[in-house]
Each structure stands twice: as structure tokens, then as C-alpha cells.
């Protein structure tokens, strides 16, 4: 198993450009996330989706949006990037289910500067 | 929903045990404490997973006391690879009310 992959590893967009940042997971798990980690701040969830056709919006959603098409694909898209997006992104996923707790898988980021 | 406090940094050295506290006076009684450990360039990584008393494996102890209000991390005889990142994470992750909230982690370095 890959586990969660996120690509692309490194972009550099300049301000007002668009881009998606892709996640994929390939262990059937129904519930997949966006963070993003800056100096200071820890991590910050943007949005989450609890299974194919259905997402929600976590602490920071602003700028972004996302869709979830499949199990196994949850891409996060910025729509006119701005420099207060240079940050590192990372996807996870987890099972989910009724009555405990699934942990995290986290892909390996994504850092993005925007100038 | 529920917040944690860790220390920002923690030194040691190698051989050494040790432990990271971590704050959550608000825990609910459905949430569930994990930790989780980051190194540079990498996505954060589990380790532990606890509800209350005490959880072991292979590579870490999670003490949590009976009212819950916080918890311990032990990591023992740490070596160099150790050195990173460790988060405390409080919250449910069942159904459809997921909105985990992170700490900002404790930053552990270990000395030769």
C-alpha cells in the first residue's frame, strides 16, 4: 500500500493564479482531510469529507475549495492564490466509523509559496 | 470542543526517558487523546491512542489520569531519532461531527 499521496511535493504560484493540490489514498478509508501547517500555528483544519459526495468546512476554508468524487481522491483547490496561502499542506485520511477512533495517515505535504 | 496545551520545546539526552505532558481540561467524555510525532519534511505520524489509565507499545506509554484533564506521553531510552515534533490530540473521530483541533506541538531534542 502507498498510503496517502500527495502531489505535487513543491509549487511556487505567483498571486491571483488557481491550482489543485491532489491527495490520494488507496486504503478504502471514507474519511479524508486538508491541513495546513505554518510556524507557530500548528495544524489547521481547512475542510473534510466523511465520504464520496459529502464534505464540510474546518477552521480555515476560506480560499480553498474541495469536492470528493471518489473514496480514494479529496483534492484541494485554491481559486486565486494569495501570499497568506504560502504554507505547507497536508492531506490524511481514516477510517470512520460509530464508537471509537481511527487514527490519521498523513501523505508527506505539499509546500506552496505564492509571490 | 476540546484544546490542549503542551510545552513548546523539551531537551534530553540520549538514554534517557522521556515524558511530554499535555493539557485538555475540557475533554469530553466521547474524545479520545493521541499522539502523534513529526519529523522535517514529513506528514505527522501516530503513535499512541488512549482512552483512560494506561496504554504501552512497542515504541511509547500514554498515562491518563481518572479525571482525564490531561495526559502523559513517555517515550523511553530515547535516541537521536527521536529528536522531532510531538503533537497531543484531543477529539472524537466517529461520525460525522469530526473537527479535530491540533496543539501546536512540543519541539523534543535529543543530545548526544
Known amino acids: 500500500n502507498a498510503g496517502v499521496t500527495q502531489t505535487p511535493k513543491f509549487q511556487v504560484l505567483k498571486t491571483g493564479q488557481s491550482m489543485t493540490l491532489q491527495c490520494a489514498q488507496d486504503m478504502n478509508h471514507e474519511y479524508m482531510s486538508w491541513y495546513r501547517q505554518d510556524p507557530g500555528m500548528g495544524l489547521r483544519l481547512i475542510h473534510y469529507?466523511?465520504?464520496?459526495?459529502?464534505?464540510d468546512q474546518g477552521e480555515v476554508p476560506n480560499g480553498y475549495n474541495v469536492s470528493r468524487s471518489t473514496t480514494e481522491d479529496f483534492p484541494l483547490r485554491l481559486l486565486s492564490a494569495a501570499p497568506s496561502q504560502t504554507s505547507v499542506y497536508f492531506c490524511a485520511s481514516s477510517r470512520a466509523g460509530a464508537g471509537g477512533n481511527s487514527p490519521l495517515h498523513f501523505g508527506n505535504g505539499t509546500r506552496l509559496t505564492v509571490t | 470542543l476540546a484544546k490542549t496545551t503542551q510545552p513548546i520545546s523539551m531537551d534530553s539526552y540520549e538514554g534517557q526517558e522521556v515524558n511530554i505532558t499535555c493539557s485538555h481540561n475540557n475533554i469530553a467524555t466521547n474524545d479520545y487523546i493521541t499522539w502523534y510525532q513529526q519529523f522535517p519534511s514529513q506528514g505527522p505520524r501516530f503513535i499512541i491512542q488512549g482512552y483512560k489509565t494506561k496504554v504501552t507499545n512497542e515504541v511509547a506509554s500514554l498515562f491518563i489520569p481518572a479525571d482525564r484533564k490531561s495526559s502523559t506521553l513517555s517515550l523511553p531510552r530515547v535516541s537521536l531519532s527521536d529528536t522531532a515534533v510531538y503533537y497531543c490530540l484531543v477529539g472524537e473521530n466517529a461520525g460525522n461531527n469530526r473537527k479535530l483541533i491540533w496543539g501546536l506541538g512540543t519541539s523534543l531534542a535529543v543530545n548526544p
Open positions: 469529507s466523511v465520504g464520496a459526495g459529502i464534505t
